[in-house]
């Protein structure tokens, strides 16, 4: 998991979680844009150390597209997005930034899904997988490893479990929690 920004105490189970920082996937890659497409529910792997209660999720809009995105947390179930845990609500992503929806949702320790639904076609920060690394799925020689999941899902509130998903190798969005 990948620490940026905030401070504060840690927590006293887990000295790198610390109160008012955000946390986000699990995944190594830089920092590039990802064309996200409306009506398409992207799943990324989050993994979470130690039971918290996280007070925000978050995603950053590099271009704009006017509607809105849903956000939230699905169980893991077996590697793949499973039933749903928080349906967050919705940011707009009609202006460029951070965009973040305040939540209060305990998480135990365990491997989870971030997601993000837009309405609308519009690009959000994202990593970009640049090695073949094994969190999701076996690696071929110079073949990248499944880095997330994208089903078709029409714009509302989430389902309850995750439609069938499609295992993608490309960039992720870069969704967070901040605990």
């Known amino acids: 998991m990948f620490l940026f920004g905030g401070s504060g105490a840690s927590l006293?189970?887990?000295?790198?979680?610390?109160?008012?920082?955000y946390y986000s996937t699990v995944m190594d890659g830089p920092i590039g844009t990802l064309p996200a497409l409306a009506n398409t529910l992207y799943g990324i792997l989050f993994y979470n150390?130690?039971?918290?209660?996280?007070?925000?999720?978050?995603v950053n809009v590099s271009v704009?597209?006017?509607?809105?995105?849903?956000?939230?947390?699905?169980?893991?179930?077996?590697?793949?997005?499973?039933?749903l845990i928080l349906d967050a609500g919705t940011v707009s992503v009609s202006t460029t930034g951070d965009k973040e929806i305040t939540i209060s949702q305990v998480l135990a320790s365990g491997w989870y899904f971030l997601v993000?639904?837009?309405?609308?076609?519009?690009?959000?920060?994202?990593v970009v997988p640049t090695t073949p690394e094994?969190?999701?799925?076996?690696v071929s020689s110079g073949v990248l490893a499944t880095t997330g999941f994208t089903a078709s899902q029409a714009f509302g509130a989430l389902p309850n479990n995750f439609p069938t998903p499609t295992a993608i190798n490309t960039a992720?969005?870069?969704?967070?929690?901040?605990?």
Do not use: C, D, E
């Open 172 to 179: 992720i969005p870069r969704l967070w929690l901040r605990l």
């Open 116 to 126: 993000l639904l837009p309405s609308v076609a519009v690009t959000v920060t994202a």
């Open 64 to 83: 704009l597209g006017v509607g809105n995105a849903r956000l939230g947390i699905y169980s893991n179930n077996s590697g793949i997005p499973g039933s």
């Open 49 to 58: 150390p130690v039971q918290a209660t996280y007070t925000k999720i978050g």
């Open 134 to 138: 094994n969190f999701l799925g076996s």
């Open 12 to 21: 006293p189970a887990h000295p790198g979680m610390t109160p008012g920082n």
